[in-house]
């Protein structure tokens, strides 16, 4: 009778999820099936599928927004952020953790606090500051705008990660006649694959969707990113939901394929940073 009954609680408890799943994914559904379709369609019947597949919306979206120049902007803006963000918290964090003073532990503090400090308090003096610096207008500012706003959740990140880390490996690598900057990234570094896994999909869904900073700071089309890009497709009186939802298409695809190749190393960061505290 008991086992009756968990089979018959595991079966439930299965249909909950399936249908919380399918909640889940019915975004994707509609943005993905009316990517295909005309706007009169769209308007008619946005939950069937398409009565004829068509592609147009594709290959005007990819003319209107320039999708080859404006996908490189985001890429190359994505890379380097994520590459400075994970050098600079990922050696903070060594830092921090590894020599234990009180100035350390209150430059912790500090980095934990900044996480919950709104971009919206201090964006105007950010970009007083970066026209002051002539980085207003160009990626190089908007790139160390976020290695600025980008190192303090990593730093906290890395910071519980590496309690994991054995110091007898660091121990026997300077026994070696290895050097501090050796240690750091012969040995720690690799063992933190996993952690870095989660920050490069956490940051690059951050930087990748980011609108509002980029339109802080990027006033010239040809450095536009692709949600600077996509925002035309929203006009005052015109929403172009026909080639607006082709783009979201192109635009999340590379996010999804970035997830699905670094699902396992996410779950192995999150799971072995919540041990050792």
Same mark, same amino acid.
């Given at each position: 009778?008991?086992?009756?009954?968990?089979?018959?609680?595991?079966?439930?408890?299965?249909?909950?999820?399936?249908?919380?799943?399918?909640?889940?994914?019915?975004?994707?559904?509609?943005?993905?099936?009316?990517?295909?379709?005309?706007?009169?369609?769209?308007?008619?019947?946005?939950?069937?599928?398409?009565?004829?597949?068509?592609?147009?919306?594709?290959?005007?979206? #990819?003319?209107?927004?320039?999708?080859?120049?404006?996908?490189?902007?985001?890429?190359?803006?994505?890379?380097?952020?994520?590459?400075?963000?994970?050098?600079?918290?990922?050696?903070?964090?060594?830092?921090?953790?590894?020599?234990?003073?009180?100035?350390?532990?209150?430059?912790?503090?500090?980095?934990?606090?900044?996480?919950?400090?709104?971009?919206?308090?201090?964006?105007?003096?950010?970009?007083?500051?970066?026209?002051?610096? /002539?980085? /207003?207008?160009?990626?190089?500012?908007?790139?160390?705008?976020?290695?600025?706003?980008?190192?303090?959740?990593?730093?906290?990140?890395?910071?519980?990660?590496?309690?994991?880390?054995?110091?007898?490996?660091?121990?026997?690598?300077?026994?070696?006649?290895?050097?501090?900057?050796?240690?750091?990234?012969?040995?720690?570094?690799?063992?933190?694959?996993?952690?870095?896994?989660?920050?490069?999909?956490? /940051?690059?869904? #951050?930087? #990748?969707?980011?609108?509002?900073?980029?339109?802080?700071?990027?006033?010239?089309?040809?450095?536009?990113?692709?949600?600077?890009?996509?925002?035309?497709?929203?006009?005052?009186?015109?929403?172009?939901?026909?080639?607006?939802?082709?783009?979201?298409?192109?635009?999340?695809?590379?996010?999804?394929?970035?997830?699905?190749?670094?699902?396992?190393?996410?779950?192995?960061?999150?799971?072995?940073?919540?041990?050792?505290?």
């Amino acid at each position: 009778m008991i086992r009756i009954l968990k089979n018959h609680r595991r079966i439930a408890l299965e249909i909950v999820a399936l249908l919380l799943a399918l909640i889940c994914l019915s975004p994707f559904y509609f943005v993905i099936v009316n990517s295909f379709k005309s706007y009169k369609e769209i308007l008619i019947d946005p939950a069937s599928l398409p009565v004829k597949w068509i592609l147009d919306n594709y290959i005007n979206t #990819w003319k209107e927004l320039r999708f080859p120049a404006v996908f490189a902007n985001s890429l190359i803006i994505t890379i380097c952020s994520n590459l400075g963000i994970i050098i600079i918290s990922s050696m903070a964090a060594y830092r921090l953790l590894r020599v234990k003073t009180k100035l350390n532990k209150a430059i912790f503090g500090i980095f934990v606090m900044a996480m919950v400090i709104p971009f919206q308090s201090i964006m105007i003096p950010l970009v007083r500051v970066m026209s002051s610096l /002539n980085l /207003n207008t160009s990626n190089i500012g908007l790139i160390i705008c976020y290695f600025g706003f980008g190192v303090s959740f990593p730093v906290f990140l890395y910071h519980g990660f590496m309690k994991s880390i054995p110091i007898s490996i660091e121990e026997a690598a300077i026994v070696d006649g290895c050097t501090s900057l050796g240690v750091f990234f012969k040995m720690v570094m690799p063992l933190l694959k996993p952690m870095t896994a989660t920050v490069i999909i956490l /940051n690059t869904l #951050w930087i #990748w969707n980011d609108f509002l900073l980029p339109s802080l700071m990027l006033h010239s089309r040809e450095l536009y990113t692709i949600p600077l890009a996509m925002n035309g497709f929203f006009a005052k009186y015109t929403k172009q939901w026909d080639l607006a939802l082709a783009g979201l298409v192109l635009s999340i695809a590379p996010m999804i394929i970035l997830f699905l190749s670094l699902q396992k190393n996410i779950i192995n960061g999150i799971v072995s940073g919540s041990v050792k505290g």
